[in-house]
């Protein structure tokens, strides 16, 4: 059964270091969505993407995050300067169509900022 | 835009006992209802949805009414197993145009043998 895989699955990291987070979605879709979940607490939002564009994105991704599709294949979310409260699991989803339809997730990457 | 209320956690139960997890919607519309699933170090899985009012969503034993009058959607499960322990999230889309879904703060299931 297809899925979505992320890499890597923890990353540690030093405040202020640039960090990118790499997702592979289901092959076929082209919806494709950022996530996050601070430990504890709910999954929220970031960002949504479509047609190699952002179509969506949250409060939370400001200028210090950006997201890229640089291959048929690859999609990565990349956090230039990282703070403290990054420190949380990010999930990355795919959907084969839009408005209102499941999204796949994958197992997450857990990033650590010290 | 759209929002759900789930119940607060954790919930421990017996094998075999009767789950019911309550979430409850405000939206627009219409929206798809979803529930998911995040086992212990997994990411997050579809477990049940529903598209409409008066759906019924089933999944693994699991099950969940799309119910516009009371705007709930409860996930129950007649005879939980062991194996269900996770926390499960209530979710739906939060604008009516948009795709970014809202969850809820998920429920922490624990079944004890």
């Known amino acids: 059964e297809p899925e979505v895989t992320q890499t890597p699955s923890h990353q540690v990291t030093q405040m202020g270091q640039e960090v990118i987070l790499r997702c592979v979605p289901i092959s076929n879709h082209l919806y494709f969505y950022w996530y996050r979940q601070i430990l504890g607490q709910k999954v929220e939002f970031l960002v949504s993407?479509?047609?190699?564009?952002?179509?969506?994105k949250s409060e939370i991704f400001d200028d210090q995050f950006s997201v890229e599709r640089p291959d048929g294949s690859n999609f990565t979310l990349k956090i230039r300067s990282t703070k403290l409260e990054d420190s949380a699991m990010y999930f990355c989803a795919s959907s084969s169509q839009g408005v209102g339809n499941e999204q796949f997730f994958g197992p997450g990457t857990r990033l650590t900022v010290l | 835009g759209n929002s759900v209320t789930q119940m607060e956690g954790p919930v421990t139960l017996s094998e075999e006992a009767f789950l019911t997890i309550n979430c409850t919607y405000t939206a627009t519309g219409y929206p798809s209802l979803f529930w998911y699933v995040q086992y212990p170090g997994e990411g997050l899985q579809l477990l049940l949805k529903?598209?409409?009012?008066?759906d019924k969503g089933s999944n693994k034993g699991f099950e969940a009414t799309y119910r516009k009058e009371t705007t709930s959607f409860h996930l129950e499960k007649g005879s939980v197993q062991v194996s269900d322990s996770a926390v499960y999230f209530c979710a739906l889309p939060q604008f009516v145009s948009g795709n970014q879904f809202y969850f809820g703060t998920g429920t922490s299931l624990t079944v004890i043998p």
């Open positions: 529903a598209t409409k009012a008066d």
């Open positions: 993407f479509y047609n190699n564009e952002i179509s969506e």
